[in-house]
Structures are given as C-alpha cells and as structure tokens.
C-alpha cells in the first residue's frame, strides 16, 4: 500500500464540501481504497466477486456442530442455485458468487455454478491427527490464489470472501487461538447454534488439539496443516493473491478472520490490503481482528457466514471510493469554508 | 403496520435455508417490511427517493454554528448539481435526491434541480420569539406531504430522509429536548463542529427557549413553532405523508430524528414506518430514537447530514426484503435441518 496516495487522500477528504472528517469511517476507508491503489481518487471497486470456498471437517466427528455434513454440499448446491441467504444479498449488492468446492466431504454433482477444485474429501479429525499434509494446505492456498486471479483477470477489482462448511468455525477458532496467542475460551463461540454443552466441547476438542500438535505461528502452513480447514486455507490463498494484485479485499465472519490471520501469518503486509466488513457475533472475529489492526465497518448481529457481512459492507466500500472522486471541492462549488 | 404479515414473516424466516435468526438486523427489518406492505414477503423496496429539506435558522444570530448562513444556499446548489456527499452515495446505492428549499434565507437561484417551496426566508431567532407562526409551521409540514405524496407518486417505494441548514442542530436538539423530556446538556452535541464555548452556548440557548416558550409536546405543531426548524416541520410532514401511504422511511441523523419525534406527536403509530438508518456521532440522536423505539442499523461515525446515513443504510434495507422473497426454504432447496 502507498503512503503518497494515503497522504494525498487525507489531503483531499479535507478540500471536499463536508466539514472535516465529518465521514467518519467512509473516509477511512477511502483513504486505504487510495493506498491500496496507489491512486488519488482511487478507482470505483465497481466489480465484486465474492471467493465461496466449501470445505467439511473430520472435527465433526467430536460433536462441535448440530448441523449434520451432508449439509455442506447440499447448501453449497442450494449456493450455486441462487437459493442462499448470499445470494439474495449479491444480488441487489451487484456481486457476483464463485463457489469453489475445495474440500467438501460428499461427492458434489457436477454444476456450472461450482468449480470443482476438490483437494481432499474433507479433512481429519484434528483431535486425532494432523488436519491436513503439507501438501494438502499448500495445494488448498493455491486453489485460493487461483481463484483471485481468475477473477481479477475476469474483470473483478474488488473480491469479498465467503465460505461454507458444516462445523468450521472449530478449526478457525483454532487458527485464531493459534496467531493472537490468547486463550480458547476467549476465541470461540457458538457457530451456528451450538448449545452450552456443545460450546464447552468446542472449547476441550480445540485446546486437546492445540496441545496435541502444538502448532508454531511463525510456520503458517504448518499451523493450517495441523488444526485448519481446506476452505480457510482456500480463502488465506484468495487474500495472498488479491493483495499481489493490489486488489482490495472485504473480510467478514470468523472463518474469513481466521483465513487472514493465516494469510498475514505468510504476509504480514496483507493486512493492507482488507476491509473489515462486518463485527460479527463469534467473539474470535474481534480476536483476530484487533490483531489484525482492523475495524468492522458494519454489526448487524450476522452469524451465519457465507460471506454475508462482506457482501453487505460493499456499497459502503464503494461509496467512501466515490466521495473520494466525485465530490465538489470548496473551491469548485463556491462554497464557504466553517 | 399489520401483524398478520409480521407474523407471516416471522414464520417464514424460519423455513429458510439458514440458522434461526442467523441474519440478526437483517431479519427483523424484513419482518416490518412486510408489516408495512401488509404482505409477506414484502415487496422489494427498489425506487428510493431522498426528500432533502432545506432551511435557514434565526438562532444562528446566537452563534451556534462555526458555519456561515450563506452556505445553505450555497449547499442546496452542490446538492442539487450533484457535488455533495449525498450525491455520491445516492449514485451508489441508487436512489434519488429531490432537493426543496422550503426554508432558506438567502434568494436560491432557480434551478431544475430545486423544487421552490419556500414558506418563510429563515425561521425567526427563537431565543427571543418563536421561530415560526403555526400556520408558518403547518405550511412547512405541508410542504414535506406533497413532496412524499409527488414521490410515491412518481413510483417510489421507500422513502429516505435528508436535510440542509447551517444551524440546524439547535432546534433539533431543542424538539428532542421537549418530546424525550430530557435534559438539554443530554440531547445537545457539537453539530458539524461546535467547540466546547459553542457547545456551551448552544445548550444554553436551548434551555433559555423552552423557559420562554414552555412548549407542549402535547401540541406538536406549537412545539414547531416555538422551537423547530422549516426542514424540521418538512421533514415531519414527509414522515407523516409516507406513512398515510404505508411507505417505509429509512431516517438517520438528529434532524431526522427531530423530526420523526414531531410526526410520532402528531400520530404515534407512524413509528411503524421508520427504519433507523444510523446511530451518528450527535447525542440527541440517541434520546430520540429510544424515545421512538428505534435501534440504529449501521454506526460510521458520520456526522454530516444530508441523508447520507439513511442512504449507506438502503442496500441493508433492500436486501433485508429480498432475504424474505428470493431465499430457497428447507424443503424446496433439499436442505437438512441441524
């Protein structure tokens, strides 16, 4: 990210017609839109892919879900029909939804609307055995990789992150636990309904498997290897590619945080290169978040993943790009200055 | 508002395929839109129209803007050229911005972007006599049905709230004051940028006008009178005129917020039609909509006006409706439920 575009951006917010810094978080947001460019006005992030990676979890097997597997590829179907919650919400967004089954349990039909980029038929039990090879986590990044370049060489200048996958938000607490160093408790919640008991077997299976494999932040791919998942892994590669484009990139949900603490892990520049766009109800999102450097633009009280909070922080996104480019300044509209 | 269709709505949102309550905001605004239109799912809320209100204000005599008075006219003409923020986000999320000088003090240039309604150049200063007469007052209310009414008229199916007038804070904090039956040191913020000697002289002023006029949030068009802004009774009016014709407004801002307080005086179940768009930096802000039982959508430190948290809030509130009228459910998306 460029420090002349951020200056020249800070610059600018203070020549349009509002009073100063009377934007609040859009003009933040449009100033980081300008570094990530290295342009004042940066351009409009006009077209949005959201990168849905599904992927299912050998963890299931310990409870930590009340949702059965075979619902991964069932919604992942219901996705690429148009049916979801994402896609109701891209649709007056204006983005489009790529799903990637990249680790999905089931056999999944063929579809037009899925790309089929299958690593691994889900992955083990982590409280077992490592969650994954080397090779497994390596190849799932560059399914993620791929996938933002695809986009971006499709036309795509802003990507969102989504996900699907029956029981991941276990190992992205794992993940989160694993970067920011604090404790599983403080870092992992409900998912999509767990119960009291089910939360506190979440909170064991996690912390018997941080001990079990005793992964080292400072070996990313290791850390994914031992307690991740193939969609976070996916979206991590989805983040590392978008930010060697410069292409910005809108983070939401506890899975997409714990994806790029894997990603800053690797990078820690990348961190420049997002947006968080939405706070979320899983406390390992603020976790992640606050060691990212990040703020939540949006809280609309969202758990349900998919990419739903990214998707609806867009127009703010695009928005504060436009105040940037399109306003009148003081001296343009002949208007007095406070 | 109809709680047949609240309740269909509720309904339904548990047949979609997502974890009960899930979409948290999202859910609840699609459930009082279908309330509104009586309809379940509720219609896409998709030609939006800003009705932004203009006017000047008599207690700027008081020095309770570091703003000169020149600069509503000289705004009302950025807007309605399409230089303001409000444009640029409007263009972004797709709504319209109808500017009407209702109140300004200065002669505004005709201008096919201004719709000419003025009832009186400025309001007088109402530390010293009431702002407005009653019929003053009624015209300007008036002036904010016709503009609802020629909107929907003219296809719109949401309505958005917006405002212009250096000074208008003040009597925005000034009607909160007397319909929350708080405090003014409580409702009373720094406006577009008031210091603390500002901030100190505003409250005062305040408090020296509802001791000289004691008005009586029983008769709300007093209360405009005494106290109130042109924009302010507009903005009432407009309020007043969607609801009639079970139109959502989204609000946001003080002055907005001023206003709905108005029009719930006039008629309390018009608060059924609101959405709150944004919390925003003023305190008054708060006060008004806990006294209307509204919860904010979005909070991005804005503190500019214009309409422009009600605008950053449509997408949410469109894709709110489509969650309920475009989601596949359980049983037609062949989803098992967890």
Redesign the interface.
């Known amino acids: 990210a460029s420090a002349e575009a951020l200056a020249a951006a800070e610059a600018r917010q203070l020549r349009?017609?509002?009073?100063?810094?009377?934007?609040?978080?859009?003009e933040e947001i449009g100033n980081r839109l300008a570094a990530i460019a290295d342009a004042c006005p940066p351009p409009l992030p006009a077209r949005a892919v959201i990168g849905l990676f599904a992927g299912d979890h050998g963890v299931c097997a310990q409870g930590v879900?009340?949702?059965?597997q075979?619902?991964t590829v069932?919604?992942a179907?219901?996705i690429a029909?148009?049916?979801?919650?994402i896609?109701?919400?891209a649709?007056?967004?204006g983005a489009e939804v790529w799903v990637t089954d990249v680790g999905v349990a089931a056999e999944v039909p063929e579809h037009p609307g899925i790309r089929a980029r299958n690593v691994r038929r889900g992955t083990r039990d982590f409280t077992v055995e490592p969650a994954l090879t080397r090779d497994e986590a390596r190849a799932a990044l560059e399914v993620g990789i791929e996938a933002a370049n695809e986009a971006i060489d499709a036309g795509a200048d802003v990507l969102l992150t989504g996900e699907m996958g029956i029981g991941n938000t276990t190992p992205a607490s794992a993940l989160i636990a694993v970067f920011s160093r604090l404790h599983v408790t403080t870092v992992t919640g409900r998912g999509?309904?767990a119960d009291d008991d089910m939360l506190t077997r979440k909170v064991r299976v996690i912390d018997d498997a941080l001990t079990l494999h005793r992964p080292d932040p400072a070996d990313p791919l290791g850390v994914l290897a031992a307690v991740g998942g193939l969609e976070h892994a996916a979206l991590a590669g989805f983040i590392l590619g978008a930010a060697a484009r410069r292409i910005p990139v809108i983070i939401d949900g506890v899975i997409a945080a714990s994806a790029a603490c894997v990603a800053a892990g690797f990078d820690e520049s990348v961190t420049g290169y997002l947006i968080a766009g939405h706070a979320g109800?899983e406390p390992g999102i603020k976790a992640a978040l606050t060691w990212l450097d990040l703020q939540p633009?949006?809280?609309?009280?969202?758990?349900?993943g998919e990419g739903?909070g990214a998707?609806?922080a867009l127009?703010?996104v695009?928005?504060a790009a436009?105040?940037l480019?399109?306003?009148?300044t003081f001296d343009?509209?002949?208007?007095?200055e406070?």
Do not use: F, H
């Not at 633009?297 to 349900?304: A, F, K, N, S």
């Open positions: 349009l017609t509002k009073p100063a810094g009377s934007l609040g978080r859009l879900s009340p949702w059965p075979e619902v069932q919604m179907l219901n029909s148009g049916g979801a919650a896609n109701a919400i649709r007056q967004v999509a309904g109800v633009l949006v809280d609309l009280d969202l758990r349900l739903t998707a609806l127009p703010t695009q928005a436009r105040i480019s399109e306003m009148a343009s509209a002949g208007v007095a406070g």
